[in-house]
């Protein structure tokens, strides 16, 4: 019907339209407009031990949008994707599967590995460089070492850590924003201008009191 077909034009060009806007570079894609287009990807207490498995989950909103063609309706952009509460060890695995699963996967903003069992964070994050909002609460990472890991994501604003044995260690706020000076919230809290300052700071007086040491060792 002439109904049915003007619909489906429609859906072709506002396929084509975000397809455009996903191969801009970065810093030039809207990440706003991008996130009107699919709701989050939501495989939230699945009881996944690894994240290959979701490829045999259904996810709790949405689809598996990426074996979707243009003959059965545009492929939407995911740019939002859930794994919280699950039991997640490792990462290592996320690009194949984020690629097995939504039609780009370079446009993906926001990942919730939130309340895991991860001990370590996979370089393998880097590779998603349109990454703005990182949860990572509720986990088992024990070394701030990890931290320095994200600073390779040049647009993430917004970090979650709290709830990992890290919280606990000395300086833990101070060095993260010292590492990622680039970040708007960390553990739900915003980052003040004066916050940057006092980490900054605190990291010119570790690095002093580091190369005292180093010379008080050099000098017995």
Not at 114 to 138: M, W
Request: proline share 4%; net charge positive.
């Amino acid at each position: 019907s002439k109904q049915w077909y003007q619909r489906r034009v429609r859906e072709i060009q506002t396929f084509q339209h975000y397809f455009i806007q996903i191969n801009l570079s970065p810093g030039e894609m809207s990440i706003k407009t991008l996130n009107t287009v699919a709701p989050p990807l939501d495989f939230s207490f699945k009881n996944l031990a690894t994240l290959s498995d979701s490829l045999e989950e259904e996810p709790r909103k949405g689809t598996k949008l990426k074996n979707m063609t243009l003959q059965e309706g545009y492929t939407e952009l995911v740019t939002a994707v859930r794994y919280n509460n699950n039991s997640l060890s490792e990462l290592g695995d996320l690009s194949p599967t984020m690629s097995a699963l939504v039609f780009q996967p370079s446009a993906i903003s926001w990942l919730d590995f939130s309340f895991n069992e991860l001990t370590t964070l996979d370089k393998v994050l880097l590779e998603f460089g349109n990454l703005t909002t990182l949860y990572l609460h509720g986990n088992h990472i024990c070394s701030l070492a990890e931290v320095k890991k994200l600073s390779g994501l040049p647009l993430l604003r917004t970090l979650t850590l709290h709830g990992n044995p890290i919280e606990n260690q000395e300086g833990y706020r101070h060095f993260v924003l010292s590492t990622l000076p680039s970040l708007k919230q960390l553990d739900f809290s915003s980052v003040t201008k004066q916050n940057q300052r006092d980490a900054e700071n605190w990291k010119k007086l570790c690095s002093k009191k580091m190369k005292l040491g180093k010379k008080k060792k050099a000098a017995e």
